[in-house]
């Protein structure tokens, strides 16, 4: 009994010496830590200029893609064709 005893006091000063008043390592880390990761993805990715903004829409053409819906329901669709590494 005397041993449970010292056992959970034990192991609750244990615990309690773990406590801190800040989190870990907030004072400790370098504030240019991540510069790196940041220039990287910077540097992946490109911001379209104002021409390229304005000239995203594509109008969908509806005589193709009726005839896109036509060929499907008639089973006239070209199979896709095969590609390996090889590119036959």
């Given amino acids: ?7 959970v006091i ?3 000063v244990a615990l309690g010496a773990c406590a801190t008043s800040k989190p870990a390592l907030e004072s400790s ?3 240019s830590l991540g510069q790196a990761v940041r220039h990287n993805i910077a540097a992946m990715a490109v911001a379209p200029s104002a021409r390229q903004k304005a000239d995203t829409y594509i109008p969908a053409d509806p ?19 095969p590609v390996n590494a090889s590119g036959e």
């Fill in 1 to 7: 009994m005397n041993t449970k005893r010292f056992a």
């Fill in 63 to 81: 005589a193709r893609a009726a005839l896109a819906r036509k060929h499907y329901r008639e089973d006239k669709v070209e199979a896709p064709v």
């Fill in 29 to 31: 880390l370098d504030p």
């Fill in 10 to 12: 034990f192991g609750l």
